[in-house]
């Protein structure tokens, strides 16, 4: 009977001398890889053209904007690689009877001395939407942005009642847009 409680209390600190140990850390983490996607094709904006009917000095306009990617522009290309097709927006505003009042085209180089060398390198011509009437001008705003990012330069094109066109950056922060809308 003493050899059965020997070999009990034998194998009862065999088990518990092994199962209280202590692993070893190998100290490997393991995580997948991270594949960096190669860059793709370029990468075209949605077309899209956009109306609207506006009264200014006592008649109504209809000012169209058309966007399309042109591939006769320089590509961009973005910190990844990735390159974007740059964009030319055309601006034709109709008076009431249909004839054409203006018609002028903008690319990236349009607002080129707006833009700083960043800009002129990496952005894309963005967008172009009516804005409002001040006066005998009708405002658009405008932008050159980086491609797929917040990052841009408002811009503000003006027309004048004799179709002359100017261009500048927009320094006006829209702070009080909702007084004005009242």
């Known amino acids: 009977m003493k ?3 020997l070999i009990i209390a034998a194998t009862v ?10 692993k070893k850390d190998s100290g490997d ?12 094709g370029p990468i ?26 042109d591939d ?5 290309k973005d910190d990844a690689g990735q390159t974007f097709v740059d964009n030319r927006i055309t601006l034709t505003i109709r008076r009431a009877d249909g ?4 018609t002028r085209h903008f690319t990236k180089s349009s607002f080129n001395e707006c833009l700083d060398d960043d800009f ?4 894309v011509l963005e967008g172009l939407v009516f804005d409002k009437t001040d006066g005998d001008q009708l405002r658009f705003a405008a932008s050159v942005s980086h491609p797929q990012t ?12 004799f179709g002359a066109v100017t261009v500048k950056r927009d320094t006006q922060l829209d702070t009080n847009a909702n007084e004005e809308e009242e």
Do not use: H, N
Not at 29 to 40: F, H
Not at 150 to 161: A, Q
């Open 3 to 5: 050899k059965i409680y």
């Open 99 to 102: 004839t054409v009042f203006l």
């Open 72 to 76: 006769s522009l320089a590509k961009v």
């Open 120 to 123: 002129r390198s990496s952005g």
């Open 29 to 40: 983490i393991i995580t997948r890889k991270v594949v960096a996607k190669a860059p793709s």
């Open 150 to 161: 917040d990052e841009y330069i408002p811009l503000v094109v003006s027309v004048s009642r």
């Open 44 to 69: 075209r904006m949605q077309e899209y053209t956009q109306s609207k009917t506006v009264s200014w000095l006592g008649k109504d306009y209809v000012c169209e904007v058309k966007r399309v990617p």
């Open 13 to 22: 600190f065999a088990l518990v001398t092994t199962g209280c140990g202590k």
